[in-house]
């Protein structure tokens, strides 16, 4: 069984930083690609940013300039950096990640963390 942990969401005002992280635990044979998505309601999953196991990294225009994604391959762990939030990044933020499992890799979803900005 894999399970992916998140940390980090809370409340900040405009302009601030947060950092949040996602664990992966359980069998795992390998980690490919990792990252985050958010999702606000009534709205489709969006794609915030991913990181390869090689660590090459991909942004969504809103968050590119604002957000740095890393990983920790020996923690199992990727974090996302936030700064300059502003209002619209509020929503719930889900972390992803590309596992292998036995012979074959499947996606895991964490259970979201709730980031909200606002004064």
């Known amino acids: 069984q894999v399970q992916l942990v998140e940390s980090g969401g809370g409340l900040v005002q405009p302009g601030g930083s947060l950092r949040l992280s996602c664990t992966a635990s359980?069998?795992?044979?390998?980690?490919?690609?990792m990252g985050w998505y958010r999702q606000a309601p009534g709205k489709q999953r969006e794609l915030v940013a991913t990181?390869?196991?090689?660590?090459?990294?991909n942004y969504a225009d809103s968050v590119k300039g604002r957000s740095t994604i890393s990983r920790d391959n020996a923690k199992n762990t990727v974090y996302l950096q936030m700064n300059s939030l502003k209002a619209e990044d509020t929503t719930v933020y889900y972390c992803?990640?590309?596992?292998?499992?036995?012979?074959?890799?499947?996606?895991?979803w964490g259970q979201g963390t709730q980031v909200t900005v606002s004064s």
């Open positions: 990181i390869g196991s090689g660590g090459s990294t």
């Open positions: 992803y990640a590309l596992i292998q499992v036995g012979l074959i890799p499947h996606p895991y």
């Open positions: 359980g069998t795992i044979a390998s980690i490919y690609t």
